[in-house]
């Protein structure tokens, strides 16, 4: 039966997010709107710089929320002033200086530095790998480790007043978290892209979008904020099968080729086309259709996943 969309509903949901959600030391998690989560980095005063617990709550939060029945798009965010200044360079010291200089051997050197590495990825891919769409809400800063976050959220807002950075070859490396590994396959602007790669200088969001590291661009922090929230708000609503299922498609097409994406579709989409959400999208559509507004479809219940 079809139900429509009701308050109790959004209620029950606003009042979990008063009770349950799950607290973190440098994240800050609510529920803006039913079914949307909002993660906040949340170590403002170091413009939500990124030190080691930063990096571990990432990835236990991404998992979870990956899991949660109860969230169908999250919103990614930095407290205060900027979206995140990167790595925390005190961090990046520790390890460079702390705990390799504990370690003679230069093979072991080398095993701790490819773990280390190795583990930093899994945090980030965390986001990537959520089976919930991530927005990103960017504002302030975004440099050097905030580029690679970003690369792994699926849909990227910014404030005008954003500075943006590729500062890794500056820090005297290659990034390797994120930016050059996932970007490289949706920007649209190689050309541009490999310049800031390779000089590390700042960008603005006019850049930004000329690479297609941006979808939309507002006028203030409130404004990409509200934007982003809005949005989360509008793919919650739609049937969380398809959503689930569209992103895991986007991601595993940019990562194999066509026969294999083809394939895996197919196989996907034997078990996935069996749901009850398509009888209830139908009937939705033609409720709407017979009604006078027929771009306002009605709001469906859907059963979490
Ligand atoms: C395997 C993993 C490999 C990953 C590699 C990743 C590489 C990168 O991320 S490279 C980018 C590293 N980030 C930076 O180099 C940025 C450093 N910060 C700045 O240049 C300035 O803070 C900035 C221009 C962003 C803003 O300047 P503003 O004057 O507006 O603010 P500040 O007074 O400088 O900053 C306020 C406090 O925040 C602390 N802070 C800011 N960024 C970082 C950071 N990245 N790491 C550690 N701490 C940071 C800053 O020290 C101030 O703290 P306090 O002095 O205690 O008030």
Redesign the pocket.
């Known amino acids: 039966m079809l139900r429509i969309y009701s308050n109790h509903h959004a209620l029950r949901s606003i009042c979990r997010s008063m009770s349950s959600l799950p607290k973190y030391e440098t994240l800050k998690l609510s529920q803006p709107k039913p079914h949307v989560t909002l993660v906040e980095l949340n170590r403002p005063?170091?413009?939500n710089?990124?030190n080691k617990e930063l990096f571990e709550e990432l990835k236990t939060c991404f998992e979870q929320l990956s899991i949660d029945k109860t969230c169908r798009a999250v919103v990614l965010t930095g407290a205060g002033?900027?979206f995140t200044?990167?790595?925390?360079?005190?961090?990046?010291s520790t390890v460079a200086i702390g705990e390799l200089s504990q370690i003679d051997d230069s093979a072991r050197k080398a095993l701790h530095l490819r773990r280390?590495?190795k583990r930093?990825?899994s945090c980030l891919r965390a986001v990537d790998q959520c089976e919930k769409p991530v927005i990103a809400a960017i504002h302030g800063?975004c440099?050097?480790?905030?580029v690679?976050l970003s690369a792994c959220c699926d849909i990227r807002y910014s404030s005008r007043d954003t500075?943006f950075?590729i500062?890794?070859v500056?820090?005297g490396?290659a990034?390797?978290?994120g930016t050059l590994q996932i970007l490289p396959k949706s920007i649209t602007n190689h050309s541009l892209f490999r310049e800031l790669v390779f000089t590390a200088r700042s960008f603005d969001t006019n850049e930004a979008q000329q690479i297609g590291l941006l979808s939309r661009v507002f006028d203030t922090r409130e404004a990409v904020l509200d934007a982003a929230i809005n949005l989360a708000s509008v793919i919650a609503k739609k049937s969380p099968v398809a959503i689930l299922g569209s992103k895991i498609q986007l991601n595993y097409a940019r990562d194999h080729s066509s026969d294999d994406n083809f394939n895996f579709v197919s196989t996907w989409n034997s078990g996935m086309l069996l749901t009850e959400d398509i009888i209830k999208s139908i009937m939705a559509s033609s409720v709407s259709s017979e009604k006078s507004n027929k771009n306002a479809p009605s709001e469906i219940e859907y059963e979490d996943v």
């Open positions: 005063t170091k413009l710089a990124m002033k900027a200044s990167g790595i925390d360079v005190k961090y990046l280390m590495i930093t990825q800063h440099l050097g480790a905030g690679d500075t950075s500062k890794e500056d820090m490396l990034a390797d978290v």
